[in-house]
């Protein structure tokens, strides 16, 4: 009986501990248990935000540092900006560092390989490492390969789909859904 109840009293520490975590706003983060799974630690968090990527004007987010004669080969870094809206400014949620380049001879396809550090909520400071082909199609798929933080262990996919593209300003603003499955 008094196991019993000492149990119950653990429980109940749990709910409050709980119910004491910072909550983010559903609209940019949402987590829920794995349903069937072998690892029941295992959590899947599905992210939605914006990409904000400037390639031109007074204050570029991306910059060229390797331009060879042809379109092909071209190298840029980052240090674009995440918003949990479409809006430029709509609520930042984090950054992606990183670099991309023109990887096909043919087509307009990048090779991407960034961290996105997150600065919202319970993931401020955490990190998302992204690597892979971002090719020239409406929606793409983008291997989620690790991270740190909250998302330690992390393993996933991120599905991207352009949102606006202005070649004349060099914007272009691109819509992230993420699923992630972390310890
Ligand atoms: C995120 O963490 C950094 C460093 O700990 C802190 O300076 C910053 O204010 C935090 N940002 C938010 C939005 O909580
Ligand atoms: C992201 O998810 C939303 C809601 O499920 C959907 O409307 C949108 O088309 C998705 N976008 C991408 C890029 O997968
Ligand atoms: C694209 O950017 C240019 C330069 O900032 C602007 O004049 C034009 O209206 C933009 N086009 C669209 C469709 O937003």
């Given at each position: 009986?008094?196991?019993?109840?000492?149990?119950?009293?653990?429980?109940?520490l749990l709910?409050?501990?709980?119910?004491?975590?910072?909550?983010?706003s559903?609209?940019?983060?949402?987590?829920?248990?794995i349903?069937?799974?072998?690892?029941?630690?295992?959590?899947?968090?599905?992210?939605?935000?914006?990409?904000?990527?400037?390639?031109?004007?007074?204050?570029?987010?991306?910059?060229?540092?390797v331009?060879?004669?042809?379109?092909?080969?071209?190298?840029?870094?980052?240090?674009?900006?995440?918003?949990?809206?479409?809006s430029?400014?709509?609520?930042?949620?984090?950054?992606?560092?990183?670099?991309?380049?023109?990887?096909?001879q043919?087509?307009?396809?990048?090779?991407?390989?960034?961290?996105f550090?997150f600065?919202?909520?319970?993931?401020?400071?955490?990190?998302?490492?992204?690597?892979?082909?971002?090719?020239?199609?409406?929606?793409?798929?983008?291997?989620?390969?690790?991270g740190?933080?909250?998302?330690?262990?992390?393993?996933?996919?991120?599905?991207l789909?352009?949102?606006?593209f202005?070649?004349?300003?060099?914007?272009?603003?691109?819509?992230?859904?993420?699923?992630?499955?972390?310890?």
């Open positions: 009986m008094v196991s019993l109840l000492s149990l119950l009293f653990v429980f109940h709910v409050i501990m709980s119910s004491s975590i910072p909550t983010t559903e609209k940019f983060a949402k987590e829920s248990p349903f069937p799974s072998t690892k029941p630690m295992e959590k899947l968090t599905q992210l939605h935000f914006y990409f904000h990527d400037h390639i031109k004007g007074k204050n570029p987010t991306s910059l060229i540092i331009q060879p004669p042809t379109r092909f080969g071209t190298l840029y870094i980052m240090d674009d900006f995440l918003t949990e809206g479409p430029p400014s709509s609520k930042l949620v984090g950054r992606s560092q990183g670099m991309y380049a023109t990887s096909s043919h087509g307009f396809d990048f090779f991407m390989a960034t961290s550090l600065t919202e909520g319970i993931y401020n400071g955490s990190t998302l490492s992204i690597v892979g082909r971002n090719a020239d199609m409406p929606t793409r798929e983008i291997p989620i390969v690790g740190t933080g909250v998302f330690r262990y992390a393993r996933g996919s991120a599905w789909t352009t949102y606006m202005n070649v004349t300003s060099g914007v272009a603003i691109v819509e992230y859904n993420v699923s992630v499955v972390h310890v």
